[in-house]
């Protein structure tokens, strides 16, 4: 299992370069970024930067979008980073929440989505597409290979990220919903011929190493408001119990009053007291490296391909040690020296 990092592009940028450059260090192959450029500083000037800095680690966002991207602008800035630093880099997309929100706009509709992932899927490769009435190319972007993945909860975008993704993005922990969502996508790709296999799985949530588990449950809570705003969207499309969706997602929401997206992603978040204590534990992994290595490996055994941790508390560089130095050595395979 690949473990990777997620972190916001809070102020001072030279702080966030520098975890990348550690988690690097520390054996993490991808270091993703929140993609949000009015709460916080512009990615794509700080992807540059890391990978700049760091030799083997993927770098992208989870999640950008097409609202507040224009898609060509997006593949143009992918395909030159992989032109000067190799095929180091990966696209998180999803129909747009903070980014989108803090301007009074709108996530773009699944259709919207499913054409931009093809759009940047062929152009960050080279490869032609037509474009509002014009067919058009990066030329100089033969060689790259950047790979798109799609980040959904409910069911008709699970279906795009199954459809036309090379991976799928949850943002939660919780091994319920993870199955039920893998399956779907899963079943879409199937549906249109592909290889099930061939779309990679990549779970994200918050990990916090400590034996004080109500602490980092004050400090995680923001998550559930955080998903809470998705649910909120699946719930208004489908209703409660619609699409297929399990309860076990969609019921912690009955209390949710309001979101304040200048406190979105942040410990202490005083919108988010609707969320129960056991959403924080299911959705977020908290606890002894014991327990860590104990939730990855049920996560693995639904075919997840990679674990990226939010690392948004207040204990974020011993969490990432005790990830370096224990975690991910456990979940590699042990490889004899002689045999």
């Known amino acids: 299992m690949d473990i990777g990092v997620v972190l916001q592009c809070t102020p001072p940028a030279s702080r966030v370069i520098d975890l990348a450059r550690r988690a690097e260090t520390y054996g993490f192959t991808y270091v993703w970024t929140f993609d949000s450029h009015i709460l916080w500083e512009e990615p794509y000037v700080i992807y540059s930067k890391i990978l700049d800095e760091t030799r083997r680690v993927k770098v992208g966002p989870m999640v950008t979008n097409p609202a507040t991207r224009d898609v060509t602008v997006t593949a143009s800035v992918f395909a030159t980073l992989n032109e000067m630093y190799g095929d180091r880099t990966v696209i998180g997309i999803g129909r747009g929440d903070s980014a989108v929100r803090v301007t009074n706009g709108k996530p773009v509709s699944v259709a919207e989505l499913r054409e931009s992932v093809v759009l940047l899927k062929d152009m960050t490769n080279g490869r032609a597409v037509q474009y509002k009435g014009s067919n058009i190319r990066l030329p100089w972007a033969n060689d790259a290979r950047t790979e798109v993945f ?5 069911p008709k975008v699970l279906a795009v990220a199954g459809e036309v993704g090379d991976g799928f993005i949850l943002q939660l922990a919780d091994t319920q919903i993870a199955e039920w969502t893998i399956n779907a996508v899963r079943e879409a790709a199937a549906a249109v011929g592909r290889n099930p296999d061939d779309v990679y799985i990549c779970v994200a949530a918050p990990a916090y190493v400590t034996d004080d588990v109500a602490h980092a449950r004050d400090q995680l809570r923001w998550f559930g408001g ?20 399990p309860k076990a997602l969609t019921d912690y929401i009955k209390g949710r009053e309001g ?17 129960p204590d056991e959403i924080v534990d299911r959705f977020c992994i908290i606890g002894s490296v014991e327990e860590h290595i104990r939730r990855l490996e049920e996560l693995r055994a639904l075919g997840v391909d990679q674990f990226a941790l939010y690392l948004q508390h207040d204990d974020n560089d011993a969490t990432l040690a005790a990830y370096g130095q224990k975690v991910i050595p456990a979940m590699k395979e042990a490889v004899l020296a002689k045999t």
């Open 150 to 154: 799609v980040a959904a909860y409910g």
């Open 259 to 275: 979101y304040d997206y200048n406190e979105h992603g942040r410990a202490g978040n005083t919108h988010t007291n609707f969320v």
């Open 226 to 245: 955080m998903v809470g705003n998705h649910v909120a969207d699946i719930v208004s499309r489908y209703g409660e119990g619609g699409g297929g969706v």
